[in-house]
């Protein structure tokens, strides 16, 4: 059964959310803004190597209604957890002074400010339904949706791929995770019908169609509840393997090395960091390949690439864990077409995508794969690809 949420049941979760934030701050909200989350269907750890991705926007979102106030002062409150009203004042900002889920509103203003933007004091309530820790990007989609807000309440009137690389600052500096572009760049430009293709070197995107439906498919995601941060560890260190990977082949970054450059680059590097870079520039390869058999074939024709992406992250660039193999194995074994983990790996979901004939089948092996080798049972649900982030009240 999908999960994706009804519109007249979000309609209502509006003026909900408007009611709290009243009883809560003690007045209307200025406006509600909503921010998706986002699926990668191909292209991982390609962006910080100036490469292309293909995510698109989903159809869950963060939402927060604001209102402005006349002092400096942010009060920040989230329907889920037990933080209760966060209480800050935004001229003493500093990275790493944020807790929990506050950090991307926090930080997404203090990237703001450091533009020269006078973001005034905010009441601000959050109400999301991406799941947390995923790998669909729910951080982004607060910061996405908190930034939509302030370019309008502040007039600042930024374009698009400002705000992406806004927020980026705010993630790599605020937060502490060393991220991309991909994610920002789906849940503001996403598109209902269409991924993202974007070339993340001169940070152009061209919407692509892409439905599953017509095809006669479903995409299912595969939430592993195995939580991850890209704060920990392991994005870093891939990160910095990419870039020793680069230096030592004398290229800007590993978006100029080539499949057919690989077999010389193996005489180069060590061991680890040549399947690293063999990752990334095959990658690469196979999302032009998906963008070339989407516009030729169709969603349907891309399942080998799915597959083939998923083996390289596991075999090459060691961003897997059993739970996400198991879900990926067993959606291909039960009918899908193709199966991959998506987003940035060591956890979070995988996608299936899944003639809509074998759903059930599929998502039945799943749950039983998971039941057999004692993991937490997964979350299963389909997406499609939705709008990006928006005014809706
Ligand atoms: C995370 C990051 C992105 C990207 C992916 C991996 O989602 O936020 O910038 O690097 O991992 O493709």
């Known amino acids: 059964m999908s999960t994706a949420p009804d519109p007249l049941a979000a309609a209502a979760g509006t003026q909900d959310l408007a009611a709290r934030f009243t009883h809560e701050f003690g007045s209307a909200p200025a406006g509600i803004w909503q921010a998706p989350g986002r699926v990668n269907l191909i292209g991982e750890h390609t962006d910080y190597n100036d490469g292309f991705v293909l995510p698109f926007a989903i159809d869950r979102t963060a939402r927060v209604a604001v209102g ?12 889920y957890g037990d933080q209760g009203i966060v209480t ?39 109400d999301s339904n991406v799941p947390l820790g ?17 370019n309008e309440l502040t007039g600042a009137g930024l374009e698009a791929q400002e705000m992406v ?12 995770a060393p991220t991309g572009i991909m994610d920002q760049s789906a849940s503001l430009r996403g598109s209902q019908g269409h991924a993202v293709f974007l070339d993340c070197r001169d940070q152009t995107a061209r919407l692509v169609p892409f439905e599953t439906e017509p095809a006669g498919l479903v ?9 991850h941060s890209h704060s920990d560890g392991g994005y870093a260190s891939r990160r910095a393997s990419c870039e ?12 100029d090395v080539q499949v057919g450059d690989l077999e010389e680059a193996s005489g180069l590097l060590d061991e680890v960091t040549f399947r690293r870079v063999r990752h990334v520039v095959t990658e690469n390869d196979r999302v032009l390949q998906t963008v070339e058999l989407l516009a030729e074939q169709g969603p349907s024709a891309i399942g080998h690439l799915l597959d083939a992406s ?29 199966a991959r983990m998506t987003g940035g790996g060591f956890g979070g979901a995988a996608i299936a995508l ?18 057999r080798a004692g993991f937490t049972a997964p979350d299963i649900f389909t997406v499609s690809p939705a709008a990006g982030a928006t005014r809706i009240a």
Not at 134 to 150: K, M, N, R
Not at 165 to 174: C, H, K, W
Not at 244 to 255: C, F, M, N, S, T
Not at 310 to 338: K, N, Q
């Open 354 to 371: 899944t003639p809509a004939g074998s759903e059930q089948k599929v998502r039945d092996a799943v749950v039983q794969a998971f039941a």
């Open 88 to 126: 800050t004042t935004l001229d003493s900002l500093e990275p790493g002074a944020a807790k929990g889920w506050t950090k991307y509103p926090l930080g997404v203003i203090w990237a703001l400010r450091r533009r020269g933007i006078d973001v005034p004091g905010i009441d601000l309530l959050l």
């Open 244 to 255: 020793l990977g680069a230096q030592v082949l004398g290229v800007k970054a590993l978006r």
């Open 134 to 150: 995923a790998g669909l990007s729910s951080s982004h989609a607060i910061e996405c949706a908190v930034i939509t807000a302030l």
């Open 310 to 338: 998923h083996a390289s992250m596991r075999d090459d660039f060691e961003i897997s864990c059993p739970e996400l193999d198991l879900a990926v194995d067993t959606s291909r074994a039960s009918g899908a077409l193709g």
């Open 68 to 79: 402005v106030r006349s002092d400096s002062t942010a009060r920040l409150l989230s329907t």
């Open 165 to 176: 690389l806004a927020t980026q600052q705010a993630e790599n500096d605020f937060v502490g």
């Open 219 to 227: 995409l299912l995601v595969i939430d592993t509840k195995v939580s």
